[in-house]
């Protein structure tokens, strides 16, 4: 590989390594953030007709968690196949992709797929042969591409507004506190905390799965680029840098919002 494949592909790979860490933190965090609504709910004096988790149920964090983790394994994949020459490593490296891949119905790769991702990573592991290596990446980068594609858009889904149940189950959860804060039992202060909760809670979430969406639906094209530029060193990192910039502005935003 030349030093500008290499360079492309070790950014794609701690974008999304970095995306996918963001990512299943952040399932846990609102997890937690609905918990806590609730149990403020109770003590409000209003009746929880869901549990205290409203749907964010460990079933449903899991699953999700578990592509937001699959992403960031696959990120480390190609990592450790562009800048790492063990035999061992490269082949962990694998495994634990592929495993994590497993997981998450509906993304896993066929057994052809699985096959030539296997079969690249045993050509170049332990040889410092770089047509080697590059010829590698590239039958990685366009078996697990579909894959790629899929994972980055269970991101998305979670986290739109008008999307499927995560982001509908964090809004319920805020506004039933809402509704619970004008109760006569609930008392002047603790409503005036109530909705001191919703707001900062609404403030956070949406600002950042704004910003996960935005670096999440930038997966696809950086990958397609990455695939183009492995092929031809001439052809532009444009979209890999787009993708590495909204991924380094999640990390900020996360930061500021989730400070302890």
Excluded at 34 to 44: A, F, G, K, P, Y
Excluded at 172 to 181: I, N, P, V
Aim: aromatic share 4%; glycine share 6%.
């Amino acid at each position: 590989m030349t030093a500008n494949q290499r360079s492309a592909a070790i950014r794609f790979s701690a974008a999304a390594g970095d995306l996918g860490t963001l990512a299943a933190n952040e399932f846990v965090r609102t997890r937690q953030d609905v918990i806590d609504m609730n149990m403020l709910r109770q003590e409000l004096g209003d009746t929880l007709e869901a549990g205290l988790d409203g749907g964010m149920t460990v079933e449903r964090t899991r699953i999700r968690v578990q592509a937001a983790e699959a992403l960031k394994e696959y990120g480390e994949l190609l990592g450790t196949l562009t800048s790492h020459s063990e035999k061992d490593q490269i082949k962990a490296a694998t495994e634990s992709f592929l495993g994590s891949l497993r997981k998450v119905e509906g993304v896993a790769l066929n057994d052809a797929q699985t096959g030539a991702i296997q079969q690249a990573v045993e050509s170049v592991g332990g040889l410092l042969i770089e047509h080697l290596r590059k010829q590698a990446a590239r039958e990685v980068v366009e078996a697990a591409h579909p894959s790629v594609v899929a994972l980055a858009g269970l991101l998305v889904a979670s986290f739109e507004a008008e999307g499927e149940e995560w982001s509908l189950a964090y809004e319920t959860s805020a506004t039933a506190l809402e509704g619970a804060a004008l109760l006569p039992s609930a008392g002047r202060e603790n409503a005036a905390k109530a909705r001191s909760v919703v707001e900062r809670n609404r403030l956070r979430f949406e600002g950042i799965a704004d910003q996960l969406i935005l670096a999440a639906k930038d997966v696809a094209a950086a990958h397609e680029a990455l695939n183009n530029v492995i092929i031809a060193d001439e052809v532009s990192v444009e979209r890999i840098t787009e993708f590495v910039s909204e991924v380094q502005n999640l990390a900020q935003v996360y930061t500021i919002l989730r400070a302890p």
